[in-house]
């Protein structure tokens, strides 16, 4: 189990790296048709992405959702595959760290996150170099990209920037990780490259 664990915890995956996961590979694991090696290289994709963390969440919970009076009920063991499933989820979301947030998230909103700056992200904060966005519009943006990637945040009303974001000019360029931590109405944004 601890080999097992260490292996699928490797510090050097990074939130998000990796291919995602498609929808018929995490319909597979939740019938408990995938095994072996491509079950822990997704559960570990899991662990890392909130994205698919979140498809994976949303589709577990239509599972459940199904009443049982439906023209086909779902048999006893997918249930208990669905179960276990979460479990071993939940559980690797705890030691893995960076996504405790995500489970937190289940009860509460989240005030604090690490995410890798995407495209999508990158595109909002060139929007202008302000240091400080009061802009209704550009925060409602950046919120419901957060909450695509799965990221339920507490909502706020002003952005504040440690400092000026200039986009890195090669491509080949380190990945950057954007730091969010809110506290009262206002997120405070920190990016910094990735180790
Ligand atoms: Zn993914």
Redesign the pocket.
């Known amino acids: 189990m601890g080999k097992w664990l260490h292996n699928a915890l490797k510090p050097t995956d990074i939130a998000?790296s990796g291919p995602?996961?498609d929808m018929e590979a995490l319909a597979c694991l939740i019938e408990g048709k995938l095994g072996g090696d491509e079950r822990k290289k997704l559960l570990r994709?899991l662990n890392r992405?909130g994205?698919?963390y979140e498809i994976l969440h949303e589709t577990m919970k239509d599972f459940n959702a199904e009443p049982s009076d439906a023209p086909n009920p779902i048999p006893w063991w997918k249930t208990r595959t669905i179960q276990a499933l979460a479990a071993s989820i939940a559980l690797l979301v705890l030691i893995g760290g960076p996504l405790v947030y995500q489970f937190q998230a289940r009860q509460s909103l989240i005030t604090s996150v690490e995410l890798i700056l995407d495209q999508e992200l990158k595109d909002i904060m060139l929007e202008n170099d302000n240091l400080q966005w009061t802009n209704e519009k550009r925060i409602r943006r950046f919120i419901s990209v957060l909450n695509k990637k799965g990221y339920r945040v507490k909502l706020f009303g002003r952005v504040v920037l440690s400092k000026p974001y200039y986009q890195v000019k090669s491509i080949f360029g380190p990945e950057e990780v954007l730091h969010i931590r809110i506290d009262d109405d206002v997120a405070y944004l920190d990016i910094k490259e990735a180790q």
């Open positions: 998000g995602h996961a994709h992405c994205q698919c």
